[in-house]
C-alpha cells in the first residue's frame, strides 16, 4: 500500500537523520507533508501528524469535520480533536523526553509551539522530506499519471462549457462537477478569459464569455491526493492572426522546456529553454517576474510542489521527478496566455502526461 | 482551495457594514492603546480578515494590518499580478505583494512608528516564519496577542452577516435537493449537489456523505472505489458564501414511516432552541456545534466529542448537526442556527427539510 511505503520511507529517512520524532504541519493549502506521513488529506482546520521510528502515527486536529473523516480514512493513526493544537503537540514534546526531534516545514509551525522549549529543540527536517516529496516512488508516479488522465478528460469538460454568455464561474461549476462524479476529491483551478487587459489567472468571476475572447486555464485535479496539472487556451469563435501567431511560441517554448528535461539538467535550464525562445521572439521582457510567476513547477501531493521551474533554481532533476512544464505569460499583442503540460522524469528523459493536443482551441461563437 | 465565485456584492455586504466593523475594531484598539492590528489568513483561516475587509485568498497567505485610523491593508503573497483582483473584492486601502509578508508587515507598521505597539489576532497560531518576519523587520515594534480583543468585537452576528448565512444554508439546501433518493451512484448524487452550489454562486463547497447510515453515521469525502448506498444515507453540504460558511445535512431514508424525517426535524429545531444551553441534545446518538469566534470559519464550540467546550456568543450564527434515533433508524442532520441574543430562543436559519 502506497500510505505504508511513504511512511516506511520517510522513517527511514529519520533513521539516517537521526531523528527520533517528526512534527510534520498540514493545512488545507499547504497539506502535503502531513499527508506523506499520515496519509489523511487534511480540508479544514489546519494539523499537525508526530512520527516516531517505533510507534504509532499521532494526528493532532482543530477541526470536528476532519476528525471524524480521519477516524474512517487513517484507521492506522491515534487521531485527537483539539482545541489548541500548539498547546496539544507541546504537551506531546514534553511528554517524549530527550528524544531528538525535528520539524517539517518548520516555517509553518504555529509560533507558540515554536517558543516552547520542546519547540525551541525541533531540528528543521524541511529538505528531508523535501527529498522525499520530489523524489517519488513507483507507485506515487502511476497516482499522477492517473491524475493527468483525468485533467485530460477535465479539459474536455471545461472546452464544451466554454460558450459565449456563460460566467467563468458556471464553467468551473461543470468541470468541478465532473470531477467530483470521477473521484477527485479536490482540483487547483484558476481562470482567466478576455484580450490584452488580461494579465494572468484567478478565481472565477461572473464575467461573461464574449466572442473573441481568449479563455485561459489551470486544470489541476487529484487522485488519491496526488495532482496533476494541465494548461490550455481556447478562443471563442475563430483565432485571429495576432492569437495564431503569438500562440506557436508558447508551443515552441513548451516543446524547447519539455526537450529540455531529463536527468542531471537542473530546473534552471528547463526555465532557460522555454524563456530563450521568448527571447528570440523580443519577447524576453515577458518571462520576468514582472509577468509571469514560474515557468512550471513540481507537482504530487501539492500543487505547486519544488521544485520551481525558474532561472536561478539550480535543483537537480532525478527519474521519478514530476513537473508541469508551463511557459505561461502576458503577450503584448493578445493578452494572458498558457499552454502546460505535466511530465514525469524518466532515465532517459521524460514521459509526457497530458494527451491533450497542444493546440489554440477554437469552440463556437 | 477555494474555486468558486469570489467576489464582492455591494448589495450583501454594503460598504458601511465593512467601515462600521473597521470602525468599531479601531474603537477597541484606541481602547487597549494598539497602533495597529494584525490579522493572518490563508485559505483555511479566512474569518477574522473577510469579516474585516471581505478579502478571501484563494490561495497562499496575506497579513491584514489595520491602523487606529484609515483603512485596511493587504500585506499578501499572491503575486502582483492579481493585486487588481485583490482590490476588486476587497475593501482595502491597499494591496502589497511580498512574499515574505510577516517581514514586509513589520516594515509597513514600523515606517509610521518605530516603536508601535501591535496586536496580533492569534500570534500563537500564527506561521512561525511570519511572526519571526514581524519582530525582526520592526525590532521597536512591541507584539502582543489581541485574541481576546477581535473575539469580543466578532460576538454576535450583523444583519449582514446572518443574511449571508441564510443564503449560504439555502444554497446548502438546493444542493443537497438536487440529490435524488435512489441515486445511481454516490459519485452522480455528488456531481449534482456540487454543480448547483457553485451555479447559485458558491464560493466554496464540501460535500460528506455517510453512505449507509444503518452501519455507520461518520460523514467522509468520497474519492475513488466509493463505497455503495444503503436504504438509509447522509449527505452534508459544507458551503462558504462571501466569506460565510454553514453547513447542512440531509439524510435520505429509503421506505422510511411517513413523518420520521419531519419528526426527526422537529427535535433537532427543539434541541437548538434551547441553545447555548445543550440539554436538548442529550438524547443525541452524537452532536456538534460549531461557529466562528476568530479565524477558523467552524471551529467546534460544543458537542459529543468536543472536550472543551465553549459557549456559543449570543447572537451569533452556528452550525449544528446531531444523529436522532427515530424507530431504530439513526438520522443525521444539521443546519445553520442564530443564537437569540438578550435571551430570546436560538432557532435553525435554514431547516434541512426536503420535499421527499
Not at chain 2, 278 to 296: I, P
Request: charged share 20%.
Amino acid at each position: 500500500m502506497l500510505a505504508e511505503e511513504r511512511l516506511n520511507r520517510l522513517r527511514s529517512a529519520m533513521g539516517k537523520a537521526q531523528i527520533d520524532a517528526m512534527v510534520l504541519y498540514g493545512n488545507a493549502w499547504q497539506g502535503d507533508y502531513l499527508r506523506y506521513a499520515s496519509d489523511f488529506g487534511i480540508l479544514e482546520g489546519h494539523g499537525i501528524a508526530v512520527v516516531t521510528r517505533d510507534d504509532g502515527v499521532q494526528l493532532f486536529l482543530d477541526s470536528a469535520a476532519d476528525a471524524e473523516r480521519a477516524e474512517v480514512e487513517t484507521p492506522g493513526a491515534d487521531i485527537h480533536l483539539v482545541r489548541d493544537v500548539t498547546r496539544a503537540v507541546s504537551a506531546w514534546l514534553d511528554r517524549a523526553g530527550n528524544r531528538t526531534t525535528a520539524a517539517a516545514p518548520r516555517g509553518f509551525l504555529p509560533h507558540g509551539l515554536t517558543e516552547t522549549d520542546s519547540g525551541k529543540r525541533l531540528a528543521d527536517a524541511t529538505a528531508v522530506v523535501d527529498e522525499l516529496l520530489m523524489h517519488k516512488l513507483p507507485g506515487e508516479v502511476a497516482t499522477i499519471r492517473s491524475a493527468a488522465r483525468l485533467a485530460d478528460e477535465g479539459y474536455e469538460v471545461f472546452k464544451a462549457a466554454a460558450r459565449p454568455g456563460r460566467r467563468q464561474y458556471e464553467l468551473v461549476a461543470d468541470v468541478e462537477a465532473f470531477l467530483r462524479a470521477n473521484g477527485s476529491a479536490d482540483n487547483f483551478m484558476i481562470i482567466g478569459s478576455g484580450g490584452q487587459d488580461v494579465y494572468g489567472m484567478a478565481p472565477p468571476s461572473q464575467r461573461r464569455l464574449a466572442p473573441g475572447d481568449l479563455v485561459t486555464t489551470e486544470l489541476t485535479p487529484s487522485i488519491g491526493g496526488y495532482y496533476a496539472q494541465i494548461c490550455r487556451t481556447l478562443v471563442i469563435g475563430e483565432a485571429n492572426a495576432a492569437q495564431k501567431r503569438a500562440f506557436s511560441v508558447y508551443r515552441e517554448a513548451l516543446e524547447a522546456g519539455i526537450a529540455a528535461v531529463r536527468p542531471g539538467v537542473t530546473a534552471a535550464d528547463v526555465a532557460r529553454a522555454e524563456n530563450d525562445v521568448f527571447r528570440k521572439y523580443g519577447l524576453g521582457d515577458y518571462v520576468t517576474n514582472k509577468y509571469t510567476r514560474v515557468r512550471g513547477h513540481g507537482m504530487g501531493l501539492f500543487a505547486d510542489s519544488k521544485p520551481h521551474i525558474l532561472e536561478d533554481v539550480d535543483t537537480k532533476l532525478v527519474p521519478g521527478m514530476a513537473l508541469i512544464v508551463h511557459p505561461n505569460t502576458y503577450h503584448p499583442e493578445v493578452g494572458y496566455m498558457v499552454l502546460g503540460d505535466a511530465v514525469v522524469v524518466t532515465d532517459t528523459g521524460c514521459e509526457v502526461l497530458c494527451g491533450t493536443p497542444r493546440d489554440l482551441f477554437e469552440v463556437p461563437a | 482551495m477555494r474555486r468558486g465565485l469570489i467576489s464582492w456584492s455591494r448589495a450583501e455586504l454594503p460598504d458601511a457594514v465593512l467601515a462600521a466593523r473597521v470602525a468599531r475594531a479601531q474603537a477597541a484598539m484606541a481602547a487597549a492603546g494598539l497602533d495597529a492590528l494584525v490579522l493572518y489568513t490563508n485559505n483555511t483561516r479566512t474569518a477574522a480578515v473577510s469579516w474585516l475587509t471581505g478579502f478571501v485568498p484563494y490561495w497562499s497567505e496575506g497579513l491584514c494590518i489595520l491602523p487606529r485610523t484609515g483603512g485596511p491593508m493587504l500585506v499578501v503573497a499572491l503575486s502582483n499580478r492579481v493585486r487588481r483582483w485583490i482590490e476588486s473584492v476587497s475593501r482595502v486601502e491597499r494591496v502589497v505583494p511580498s512574499p515574505r509578508i510577516g517581514a514586509e508587515a513589520g516594515r509597513v507598521i514600523a515606517e509610521t512608528k518605530i516603536n508601535a505597539t501591535v496586536g496580533v489576532v492569534e500570534l500563537e497560531s500564527l506561521r512561525a516564519d511570519v511572526a519571526d518576519g514581524l519582530r525582526k523587520a520592526g525590532s521597536g515594534l512591541k507584539v502582543t496577542d489581541a485574541t481576546a480583543l477581535f473575539e469580543k468585537l466578532r460576538g454576535g452576528a450583523d444583519a449582514a452577516e446572518i443574511a449571508l448565512a441564510a443564503k449560504a444554508g439555502t444554497i446548502a439546501q438546493r444542493a443537497l435537493a438536487c440529490v435524488p433518493p435512489k441515486p445511481d451512484t454516490i459519485g452522480t448524487a455528488i456531481a449534482a449537489a456540487e454543480a448547483q452550489a457553485r451555479a447559485l454562486g458558491a464560493e466554496e463547497i464540501y460535500l460528506a456523505v455517510a453512505a449507509d447510515l444503518a452501519r455507520d453515521q461518520r460523514l467522509v469525502r468520497i474519492e475513488q472505489n466509493p463505497p455503495a448506498l444503503g436504504r438509509s444515507f447522509a449527505m452534508r453540504a459544507t458551503v462558504a458564501y462571501k466569506g460565510v460558511w454553514v453547513r447542512l445535512t440531509r439524510t435520505v431514508l429509503e421506505g422510511a414511516p411517513n413523518g420520521v424525517l419531519a419528526q426527526a426535524t422537529d427535535q433537532l429545531a427543539a434541541a437548538v432552541s434551547a441553545l447555548p444551553d445543550d440539554r436538548g441534545f442529550k438524547d443525541c446518538a452524537s452532536w456538534l456545534v460549531e461557529g466562528c469566534r476568530v479565524a477558523q470559519p467552524l471551529e467546534p464550540l460544543m458537542g459529543s466529542k468536543v472536550a472543551e467546550p465553549l459557549r456559543p456568543a449570543a447572537g451569533s450564527v452556528v452550525s449544528v448537526q446531531a444523529t436522532i434515533r427515530i424507530d431504530g433508524h439513526p438520522l443525521v442532520l444539521g443546519g445553520p442556527a442564530l443564537l437569540g441574543a438578550a435571551g430570546a430562543p436560538a432557532s435553525l436559519l435554514v431547516p434541512p427539510l426536503f420535499e421527499d
